[in-house]
DNA sequence: CAGTATCCACTTAGATACTG
DNA sequence: CAGTATCTAAGTGGATACTG
């Protein structure tokens, strides 16, 4: 069909792309990291139940307390994800209310690490970036 | 209203994420990184003309080459909003047909820097998370 | 307690056509 | 050449209600 053009052209770019981040690790990693709960989850799995600043197990309620405003289906998911990864670990005790806690591995760790230093970064430069969004909204016509 | 409660509970969680955002340096720089377009950018710009790996100016034209399949819409958003952070900059020659131009600055160079640290962390760790992944599709039941 | 399932609203990318 | 404007399609997060 001549009007299929299109669509094939639009399949095959996206075929093209995907193809990309198949031999591109650091899009992959960008991908995932970037999502807005997996930071954050790491964050929190990294700083401890208590923000105690060391790393330690944390059950789900109290994960869905520390990241207030998280829905259980997006915690859910991407507690899922992050163990399908082998970034984190969950581990269920069969007590009469089931008792269900997550822990970071030695890779999730890792990742942890890596993004105290995307931070460290980021406080560096963040501020420069600012300072050139407000200049440039001065001098605006 | 009764029945805007629902709306105006999102309304707070939104603005207490929004909140969160102001104070927290790296999530804003994931949010900008993580844009599939920037990276392809900032790597094309700081790969230089011909991939020669040295950063250098690149044209409108070229870049939108380069980024195959990349929407003109998404290229000058792209493009703007990293002039506007000044992570790049654009020249433009008053020759006959325009000649626009762009090109990584000192912090657009720095965020390239970044970017690759990123790339080596990604291609150190991803093939681990991968195997992973392999491994839990297949003892999954 | 720790999820699962469903629906909805919103953002956002992309196609397309037009302009200086 | 280097964009701009508009419309539409689709992915995605969030609210909500229900379950073992």
């Known amino acids: 069909m001549v009007t299929m053009t299109a669509a094939q052209r639009k ?6 792309y995907n193809a990309f981040l198949a031999v591109c690790p650091s899009q992959k990693l960008l ?6 709960w997996v930071t954050l989850i790491l ?6 139940p208590d923000c ?3 790393p330690g197990s944390m059950r789900y309620s109290e994960l869905a307390r520390t990241l207030a405003g998280v829905s259980p289906k997006m915690l859910t998911q991407t507690l899922r ?6 970034l984190i670990t969950r581990s269920v005790k069969a007590t009469v209310p089931v008792t269900v ?3 970071l591995t030695e890779l999730g760790l890792s990742l942890h690490e ?3 230093g995307l931070k460290a970064w980021a406080e560096a430069h963040m501020d420069e970036v600012l300072a050139n969004r407000e200049s440039r909204n001065a001098d605006a016509s």
Chains 1, 2 share one sequence.
């Open 52 to 54: 105690t600043g060391v």
């Open 114 to 116: 890596m993004i105290r």
């Open 43 to 48: 964050t929190a799995l990294g700083s401890g």
């Open 31 to 36: 991908g995932r990291i970037s999502d807005k």
């Open 81 to 86: 994800s992050l163990e399908h990864d082998g």
């Open 101 to 103: 806690s997550y822990e």
């Open 11 to 16: 399949a095959e770019s996206k075929a093209a």
